[in-house]
């Protein structure tokens, strides 16, 4: 389901609070098809099938309940591949009490390598500014 979330302002609760708007907003469309969506948009929408090796994220907000419960128990999670998509980018950001980890699925060349690395460590950039306020005084674009 596509949300909408500007992110102008640098700061994370309004980020967060608009994104949630947006998906709430959106629920009721989560049981159409994509091909029914795309049966009826209009060409000026720009919409069109997915091409192979579309990128996937989850997000999980495991740091509060119910999830918080679960996270902190002895259960032993793992995200495995199955190994036939080889095209695919897909990422994992899991949020916990203590800590946010991110995991990647990528395929195994060296433009790919490169290119989760880049947007690992701009990814970390932003959630370390995030965490100690000074994204809030940033510029947008820096």
């Known amino acids: 389901m596509p949300i909408t979330v500007p992110v102008a302002s640098g700061l994370f609760d309004s980020a967060a609070r608009v994104a949630q708007i947006s998906f709430d907003s959106g629920k009721d ?16 929408t ?10 996937v994220m989850s997000f999980l907000d495991a740091s509060i ?29 899991n949020r916990y009490q203590h800590q946010t980890t991110v995991t990647v699925l990528f395929p195994d060349n060296p433009i790919a390598s490169e ?12 959630y ?9 005084t940033l510029k947008p674009g820096t």
């Open 65 to 93: 309940a119910p999830l918080s419960t679960v996270a902190n128990s002895d259960l032993n999670f793992r995200i495995y591949d199955e190994g036939r998509v080889s095209h695919q980018v897909s990422m994992w950001v």
């Open 29 to 44: 469309l989560a049981t159409v098809p994509f091909d029914r969506v795309l049966e009826l948009a209009r060409p000026e």
């Open 128 to 136: 370390i500014r995030t965490a100690d306020g000074t994204l809030a």
């Open 46 to 55: 720009g919409l069109r099938p997915p091409r192979p090796g579309n990128f």
């Open 115 to 126: 290119s989760v690395a880049n947007y690992i460590a701009a990814m970390k950039s932003i």
